[in-house]
């Protein structure tokens, strides 16, 4: 062996310098696991959309890694890399005694097929990168007698050969469209020549990753193929196929191809309804035209994202640093992002995550980023616009959209169409389909403004399906949760600013426990349209809608059952809605599993972090997030030996709350509202036997029929459906749910039923029926007294009328002096958004009635009416409360 032959041996070697440079390298288990499975049936080709020293190299660590066949054939190389896949017993890929009895050169289709008759892997590259450089003029031609050879093998010997596509990524930059000079002699970003590659692969080696395409059978290929194709046609055919799986791949990691920023300005501009208007507002007249066409393009340089790799990467990094350092962990389930990933090669996605937070945002650009997903362009409140944040977010693809410009036909123009222009261009959009943030923890009402936009503009793209993703992001504590809550009892909402960075920056110092990002099904808008039997296009604006509106409800349908149960939610709910003080540490562990129990039987999922393989609740993970609540002021911890010393505190060991079983949890007044954030995330899996609970004690009997709790029930919830989007219809009839939901009661012996009759059943292993209606019942107690203070605020409107803001106000004075004096129980029943859900669910009910912008009474509603109103919702709050009053 020469002196460089051992050299190459040695830095060739799996734990030599290539083993370390490709060690980081990013491989999902599944694509490891698939292509053993092929490598079991016959010999395995992996096919690059171009010819790369770099992508060989780093294919030979997965070869040797993966313990496949050894590489006996890729197209020929540079000497290093080339060196490097040879093998020093002179058996390797450049020894003469693999080059084929052929045309005796290596990479050609004789030495291919020699290869795949001693059943080893080979490398097949479809394309040569478009530089001055390039080693060949063969151009794609090559890729494609190649190809050729292999169905000729197969078809001669009838062995399957699987075809692999693979794509490696070593820059999240997704290439621009068109070539610049440096490209011309480089290689463009996504194809780089072997100059450029090593570039990209020595600054970014850490950070590469690589994704593999669905296997295609050769043998199977061949079958489907009409017996008179011509070789030239099927070679085509697919080639093609492997292209198209190799590009999809690259796509749904890095997004579609970039546009010159001008470029995409003068497409929207030249957009045909923005330039109809144009000339309807300017009636004509050039000089008026110019001065309207002005303002658009202001407009659109005022919103327009302006992606940037480079910051892109600097938010990623600033991502890792924010959530390693303020949260234990975040949770993604692996089967929500793979599903993502097919949405993202079969077309466009549209993700829609619940919003509760400011960093939602980097949450999701972050799990996006380590699963290799394309991050998005994501739709912002102009709110954030503000320097320094504002260039930051728009360079990290953030759009600024007014939330309200009614009235204003010019900018409305222009955001229809610069979205169509991102819809058509190809990339990802994210927006919140709520608004804004919920101050409640539960999900606000749709607004359909933006989505109308998109599904518009989605109709009308033939071939290129549009999925729509419902994604539920949970935190065990909210960042904003004080701000939130002061919100939330009627301060001001402070406008956002660079004061705002110092907030954030006072946050950090804090634990928020574990996030949960849960994907949930992607929704096909022509699936959608399918199921309405409305697949004709151009649907009018009235079928348009009702299109919006059941995809809306779909989507949120869709978050609340991605929604997973979490330590934090469950600990923040069983110490909400206790009935007395507090909770010892083993009474809490316990009531988390019942809690667990109840919520499992409504089709809820529990994080893996909180139960045993067996389905019990880890008492570990009760306890961290007992602490982490804790920390954060949420909940007080009481030891044996402080509970009787005045103004005792519990002491720090080893920077640890004390933890014994003997701890005792209590919930401070001024903690309640911010722990319901937590409690809310999840209640609504906890509504519907909470209604049924309430509707069978408020009846006042031993024996209540089945019907009359029922439908006792149902109107309980349509009222409180406004603020509980879960009890609406879009869910299934609420009275199927009801009825259903009233047979499990029964089966888990919280309810008997003699004939029609209900009454109180025989209880179970965990507790006596008693006791559990009147927890369920208590999940709900915050809103009904809410919506019993809402109905008091209403006897103002019989002297006058109020605006909603008015009201509101109004209703927080009343709440806090019926909260002093005792008339309700739950501090955090003082809410003014569901203050205003209330009086929607008023509206809806026929009492009140709009005038302008001003509520009133409606013309045959008296006072009579509205103390009956309070007095129904008191008969529901009364029995609630198991085991006497919480103070």
């Known amino acids: ?166 794509t490696f990524i070593w820059s999240n930059k997704p290439g621009q469209l068109g070539l610049s000079p440096f490209d011309v002699v480089f290689g463009p970003t996504d194809m780089p020549g072997d100059l450029r590659a090593v570039a990209q692969f020595l600054i970014n080696y850490q950070n590469g990753a690589v994704r593999m395409g669905n296997v295609v059978s050769a043998r199977a290929f061949l079958a489907s193929e009409p017996e008179e194709a011509a070789s030239y046609s099927r070679v085509r055919r697919l080639t093609f196929a492997l292209l198209r799986k190799v590009e999809r791949e690259r796509r749904a990691a890095l997004g579609p191809m970039q546009k010159a920023p001008d470029r995409i300005r003068d497409e929207v501009l030249r957009s045909p309804r923005l330039s ?58 692996p089967a929500g992002i793979e599903r993502v990933r097919e949405a993202a090669r079969r077309g466009t996605v549209v993700l829609l995550p619940s919003h509760k937070s400011h960093v939602d945002y980097l949450v999701l650009s972050y799990v996006l980023r380590k699963n290799l997903l394309e991050l998005p362009v994501v739709a912002a409140g102009d709110n954030l616009a503000f320097f320094p944040v504002g260039e930051v977010l728009r360079r990290g693809g953030a759009f600024f959209i007014r939330r309200d410009f009614r009235g204003d036909r010019l900018y409305a123009a222009v955001v229809d169409a610069y979205v169509r222009r991102l819809l058509r261009d190809g990339w990802a959009i994210e927006f919140y389909v709520e608004g804004g943030r919920s101050r409640t923890g539960r999900l606000l009402p749709p607004k359909l403004g933006l989505l109308n936009i998109v599904v518009d503009t989605a109709t009308s793209m033939d071939g290129r399906p549009v999925a729509f993703v419902p994604i539920n992001i949970g935190y065990e504590r909210l960042m904003e949760d004080f701000e939130l809550a002061r919100e939330r009892a009627g301060a001001k909402k402070e406008t956002e600013g660079p004061g705002s960075l110092f907030a954030v920056a006072d946050a950090l110092s804090y634990d928020y426990g574990r996030v949960h990002v849960t994907f949930g099904e992607p929704i096909d808008l022509d699936e959608l349209r399918a199921q309405m039997l409305l697949t004709a296009s151009p649907l009018t604006p009235a079928k348009r809608r009702s299109v919006t509106t059941r995809l809306a409800d779909t989507v949120v349908q869709g978050i609340h059952e991605s929604a997973r149960l979490t330590a934090g939610a469950l600990v923040a709910m069983a110490l909400l809605d206790m009935p007395g003080r507090g909770l010892a540490h083993p009474a809490l562990v316990a009531r988390v599993g019942r809690l667990l129990t109840v919520a499992h039987r409504a089709g809820a999922r529990p994080v893996e972090t909180l139960v045993h393989g067996d389905g019990r609740v880890r008492e570990a993970a009760v306890r961290d997030a007992a602490v982490m609540l804790a920390r954060g002021g949420l909940v007080k911890e009481h030891a044996p030996d402080a509970t009787l010393e005045r103004g005792a505190r519990v002491t720090l060991r080893s920077g640890l709350l004390h933890a014994g079983d003997d701890i ?94 209900l009454s109180v059943g025989p209880g179970n292993d965990d507790d006596d029926a008693m006791t559990w209606l009147g927890w369920h019942g208590a999940h709900l107690t915050p809103i009904l007294e809410a919506y019993r203070v809402a109905a008091r605020a209403t006897r103002l409107l019989l002297s006058r009328g109020l605006t909603d803001k008015e009201l509101v106000q109004q209703a927080l004075e009343i709440g806090h002096q019926m909260f002093l004096g005792g008339e309700i129980d739950r501090r955090e029943a003082i809410s003014a958004p569901t203050f205003s859900a209330a009086y929607v669910a008023f509206l809806r009910r026929g009492l009140l009635k709009r005038n302008k912008d001003r509520y009133e009474l409606a013309a045959e509603c008296t006072e009579a009416d509205v103390r009956e109103l309070e007095a129904w919702i008191v008969r529901h709050i009364a029995p609630t409360l198991a085991g006497g009053p919480r103070r």
């Open 664 to 757: 005792v949890y209590t919930v401070p007044e001024e903690g309640r509202a911010r722990l319901d954030f937590a409690k809310n995330g999840i209640v609504h899996f906890f509504a519907e036997r909470s209604l049924v609970s309430l509707a069978f004690r408020a009846a006042g009997a031993r024996n209540v029929p089945a019907s009359r709790v029922q439908l006792e029930a149902c109107e309980l919830g349509r009222v409180l459906s406004q603020d509980m989007l879960h009890l609406g219809d879009a869910a299934g009839p609420l009275e199927e749910r009801m009825a259903r939901t009233i047979e499990d009661m029964v089966a888990f012996g919280e309810l008997a039923r003699s004939g029609e009759l």
């Open 1 to 166: 062996m020469t002196t460089l032959a051992r050299l190459f041996d040695v830095i060739g070697r799996p734990r030599g310098l290539v083993g370390k440079l490709f060690s980081h390298l990013r491989v999902d288990e599944t694509d490891r696991a698939t292509v053993a499975l092929a490598a079991n049936r016959g010999p395995v080709v992996f096919v690059l959309r171009a010819v790369s020293g770099v992508d060989a190299l780093a294919l030979w660590q997965l070869v040797t890694t993966w313990k496949l066949p050894p590489i006996g054939f890729t197209h020929d190389l540079p000497a290093v890399p080339a060196a490097l896949l040879s093998r020093p017993d002179g058996a390797g890929l450049l020894s003469r005694k693999r080059r084929g009895n052929g045309d005796g050169k290596l990479g050609s289709p004789a030495a291919l097929r020699e290869a795949l008759a001693r059943g080893e892997t080979a490398i097949v590259c479809l394309r040569r990168p478009p530089s001055v450089f390039a080693a060949s003029t063969r151009g794609s031609r090559e890729g494609d007698e190649l190809l050729d050879a292999i169905l000729s093998f197969v078809e001669e010997t009838q062995r399957d050969v699987s075809l692999v596509p693979t």
């Open 276 to 333: 109809a208007l144009i000339d309807d507002l300017s009636n004509g007249e050039a000089v008026q035209r110019a001065k309207i066409e002005a303002k658009a393009r202001r407009l659109l340089d005022g919103l327009a994202a302006a992606p940037n790799p480079d910051m892109l990467r600097a938010i990623e990094l600033l991502a890792d640093r924010l959530i390693g350092k303020v949260f234990s962990g975040v949770d993604v389930e």
